[in-house]
Antibody, heavy 119, light 107 residues
Framework: EVQLLESGGGLVQPGGSLRLSCAAS????????MNWVRQAPGKGLEWVSA????????YYAGSVQGRFTISRDNSKNTLYLQMDSLRTEDTALYYC????????????WGQGTLVTVSS | EIVLTQSPATLSLSPGERATLSCRAS??????LAWYQQKPGQAPRLLIY???NRASGVPARFSGSGSGTDFTLTISSLEPEDFAIYYC?????????FGQGTRLEIK
């Protein structure tokens, strides 16, 4: 059974940093691209970032380009999202999601970790 | 960036009725469209991929169709557990984008 468990969320001041983690199990982690998707309170889904299975290629939404960095450690079956220069509009529930094939769709999701950016 | 526009924003129907949800892309995305269902307090669940393929474990009452710019998710006969928010998603080009969602509510 595929399991994705996010952690690292919390309250941070504008301009601050946070690092999210997603521990994966139940599948061959390095064979699949992984994604971060966020959902602001009461709002829809917004794709944030993707990384290939080997970690070589990364992709970002324009809203986070230059501030967020996605990475993975295949030896630990863990996905990361380093978030710097956080803004109030980054407040959201952050999901990690596994792809079915290629870069989408996303066939397995974690339960999310909440990031709140506020002074 | 490819914009996905879903309609209607809210759909009010009764159990047993047929639901038709629409997703329109701002440019041709071939058949690279997926549909997700999200219930309150839960992560999204993949229903349909590549326009018309049901994901594993998805009931046959869910079906998808379309290609190019116009897509439809149909629920043939609504069950009580189908009332939720539905999102479409394209993977034709970066960035991956989602529609704004259609809320399916009980009438």
């Amino acid at each position: 059974e595929v399991q994705l468990l996010e952690s690292g969320g919390g309250l941070v001041q504008p301009g601050g940093s946070l690092r999210l983690s997603c521990a994966a199990s139940g599948f061959t982690f390095h064979n699949y691209a992984m994604n971060w998707v966020r959902q602001a309170p009461g709002k829809g889904l917004e794709w944030v970032s993707a990384v290939t299975g080997d970690g070589v290629s990364t992709y970002y939404a324009g809203s986070v380009q230059g501030r967020f960095t996605i990475s993975r450690d295949n030896s630990k079956n863990t996905l990361y999202l380093q978030m710097d220069s956080l803004r109030t509009e980054d407040t959201a529930l952050y999901y990690c999601a596994k792809v079915m094939s290629n870069y989408a769709p996303f066939d397995n999701w974690g339960q999310g970790t909440l990031v709140t950016v506020s002074s | 960036e490819i914009v996905l526009t879903q309609s209607p924003a809210t759909l009010s129907l009764s159990p047993g009725e047929r639901a038709t949800l629409s997703c329109r892309a701002s440019q041709n995305i071939n058949s690279f469209l997926a549909w997700y269902q999200q219930k309150p307090g839960q992560a999204p669940r993949l229903l349909i991929y590549d326009s018309s393929n049901r994901a594993s474990g998805v009931p046959a009452r869910f079906s998808g169709s379309g290609s190019g710019t116009d897509f439809t998710l149909t629920i043939s006969s609504l069950e009580p557990e189908d009332f939720a928010i539905y999102y479409c998603q394209q993977r034709k080009s970066w960035p991956i984008t989602f529609g704004q969602g259609t809320r399916l509510e009980i009438k």
